[in-house]
DNA sequence: GATCGTCTGATTGTCGACAATCTGATGATC
DNA sequence: GATCATCAGATTGTCGACAATCAGACGATC
């Protein structure tokens, strides 16, 4: 007998595995450059300090080798994934391709792209109130929606992939000293051009920005060849 | 005091962990259609019938889950993704931009492309004797050469990510019946285009070529969606 | 006969112990 | 003083046992 949801929306409560929490701080601390590139990555030592046994510690280093964060070499050891000046070219050359399909895809289908409003006028806010953090925060969650907006799951979740390691670099970048209006100003052009179905210029308007946002200086990294 | 190399290449010998045996074996088992989607992915089946123990047939499921070839659903189970049409579509549309996006780069770095060569040939001669394995085998030799050439690591891991699944749907799908020289005649054309460094009409041959090998009836996948 | 406990079997999650492997140091041998 | 064994420490790899979780079956209760 289907029924109706006898309960308004009451949210799904889970159960969430060690590993999955393990994975969570571990990604934190490299994200938030706590473990730099080249930080030796130690089961041991982070089961002691989580409390945790090793076989969580060990599944959640899986997770963030699958997320491209850590590497390892089998029987030696494992450490945060040094990045490259090539590397990082690598994610913001291919970011721009993401997103250069996702606005072919969305002016195509001729997809509602309002959302990006809202974000583009977060990042306006947060440039006023000097808000680094917030501008960011709102940065990525516009062009997650340009991504998500082209209804392609497969490439969203290559994107959340990449996105994850840009998060990385940003962090290690010395992000003071950007003008953050005019980063907030870049963003209502690439909306207008969507939504009057210029792809043309949608897609180079976003592939100035994404180019302006790769420039970086090796020493920022720590490592170089 | 840095010398040559007193031996010659002698192969680097490496001692391989059990899980990747055990994630070879069991994606060999997916690739092939042994285990089909939706079929149940159990640890104690699994570590039974290889006699192993649990723990490497767990990290064996988890490299493939990072493949995208399992889903799990903690304290429920695991199983064999199922596939969708709309994933389907997915993988051939975001392929058919990689392959683009490594034309580009290759045409504006003036690479050398006559590598394309030879595994078009093994195409023709499989195409001659009728070996439809060695058509596939020589086809993606072929389009993974043409990404490795764009010299874009972090393009060439998703790629080869998603050729994984690719295969998969090759082996589901009753591949006889198709002109094995017609295929073959594909690709000269492409290798040509790029040679004569005319990106539009070598972009427009690739994306045909991916269009028309994402053709397959909904049926042949089990799952509809 | 619908609802609620309770149980049971299946599966995954976690743990502690032990084995295998690698690296570098130390010392024996020529 | 090179080269080769051997050893010790550190780290990862593998194992078997136990705990937690979930789904479904089976009744008891109203």
Redesign the interface.
């Given at each position: 007998m289907m029924m109706a949801e006898p309960n308004g929306d009451i949210s799904r409560i889970?159960?969430?595995?060690l590993r999955?929490s393990v994975a969570d701080i571990i990604r934190q601390a490299i994200l938030n450059g706590t473990m730099k590139p080249g930080t030796p990555v130690v089961e041991m030592a982070l089961a002691e300090q989580l409390q945790v046994s090793r076989a969580p510690v060990?599944?959640a280093i899986?997770?963030l080798?699958?997320d491209g964060l850590i590497e390892s070499e089998?029987?030696k050891g494992k450490r945060v994934k040094p990045l490259t000046l090539?590397?990082v070219e690598?994610?913001y050359?291919?970011r721009e391709?993401f997103e250069a399909?996702a606005i072919r895809r969305i002016v195509e289908r001729q997809v509602d792209v309002s959302e990006l409003r809202r974000h583009s006028d977060a990042m306006f806010e947060a440039a006023e109130r000097g808000d680094f953090a917030a501008l960011n925060t709102a940065d990525e969650a516009f062009h997650r929606a340009l991504i998500r907006l082209a209804d392609?799951?497969?490439?969203l979740g290559?994107w959340d992939n990449?996105y994850l390691r840009i998060r990385q670099i940003m962090a290690l970048r010395n992000s003071a000293n950007r003008d953050l209006r005019a980063v907030a100003r870049n963003h209502p052009p690439i909306i207008e051009a969507i939504e009057s179905r210029d792809m043309i210029r949608a897609i180079s308007l976003i592939s100035d920005h994404t180019r302006s946002a790769s420039q970086i200086a090796p020493e920022e990294l720590g490592i170089a060849p």
């Open positions: 889970e159960n969430v595995p999955v060990r599944e899986q997770i080798e699958a089998p029987y090539k590397e690598e994610l050359s291919l391709q399909f392609h799951d497969l490439m290559f990449l």
